[in-house]
């Protein structure tokens, strides 16, 4: 069991980067402070071509681990909903979250009970928030799933708006604490017709699916 479990836990923790319908990656301005240090952080490319944020120690070995401790993923920083982004809207899609992501783990590492365990890695991640605006369009801000006002015109003539969700996530040894990688990952979900549209969780499930999906399907 063990061994069919076994998996590089780089390569797990890096294919949550995969999927979405953009190729654009989180920049500084985004960055929440959840993870310690994202002065190494530099960008790489997924598996599935996507170009992504990422470190990993170079004394990483991933034969050294077998377990994965999951810390729920959370909000950070705190979310403010507001009448585009329910508090209901935002505890549907953290709930999915953490099924889906959680339950793809397992299929690729030990879940275990506690981080004390031998041989075992910490897992922790959140959804985090964004400040974005476009050049010559209004700044637009909600925290901690930013809508980004997006530069084309729709039919109609109203500004189409991305639904966008970034998720920063790390690894750590659970023997010594010590941080050995570190993601940051930027998600679009569908697009709304005007900024008066309600974002739902239907909206942005495809991100999280394609997270979950991505670290299911991994074969090195």
Known sequence: MLAMKHISAAVVIGSLLLGGCTSKVADTKDYSGFLPDYSKLHKAESASGQEVLRWMDPSFKAQNYQNLYYEPIVYYPAPKPNAQVTQQTLDQVLNYTNQNVKAAFGQRLNLVNSP??????????????????????????????????????????????????????????????????????????????????KVTAEDLKKIVTDMASDIQRYRE
Not at 129 to 138: H, I, K, N, P, W
Not at 157 to 184: H, M, N, Y
């Open 116 to 197: 004390k365990t031998p041989n075992t890695l910490i897992f922790r991640g959140a959804i985090t928030g964004v400040a974005a605006s476009t050049e010559g369009l209004q700044f637009y801000e909600v925290i901690p799933v930013a809508l980004v006002i997006a530069g084309t015109m729709a039919a109609t003539g109203e500004r189409d708006q991305d639904t966008t969700l970034l998720f920063e996530g790390q690894l750590i040894d659970a023997s010594t604490g010590k941080t050995v990688f570190e993601v940051v990952r930027k998600g679009f979900g569908k697009q709304l017709s005007n900024d008066s549209q």
